[in-house]
């Protein structure tokens, strides 16, 4: 089963990253490509990736044939999403051992959503 690992950033994370030494961010950089390489080699790893600063994303609408493309941020939040891991494994409780492997783990919030299997919707 797949399940997406959402990994949350604020700014009490942020001021956190903001302190750490170059060789510390390096480690937490380290640590989170360490775990990417097991999972592929484990084969259950489908994506990793990391999300730019929210202040770029792009924000689409469509409405009566009309595209409204605007820029960010759009709320006032105080979570973000940073990055994410889609994996396929055995079990949730397998999925929950991945997230608690996660760097941000130790300081944030990681959260794991099953994803919906729609390959057996009829169309």
Known sequence: MKYMI???????FMDRWA???????ERFGHAHLALSAD??????LVASE???DPALAKRVTARD???????????????HLAGFML???ESE???LAIAAQVPDAL???VEVRPVLDMSQWDL
């Open 6 to 12: 959402l990994i949350q950033s604020n700014a009490q």
């Open 19 to 25: 302190a750490l030494s170059d060789e510390q961010r």
């Open 39 to 44: 999972l592929a080699a484990s084969g259950e």
């Open 50 to 52: 990391g999300l730019a």
């Open 65 to 79: 044939g009309q595209v409204v493309v605007s820029d960010g941020p759009f709320a006032e939040v105080k979570e």
């Open 87 to 89: 994996v396929d494994v």
């Open 93 to 95: 409780q397998r999925a």
């Open 107 to 109: 300081w944030g919030l």
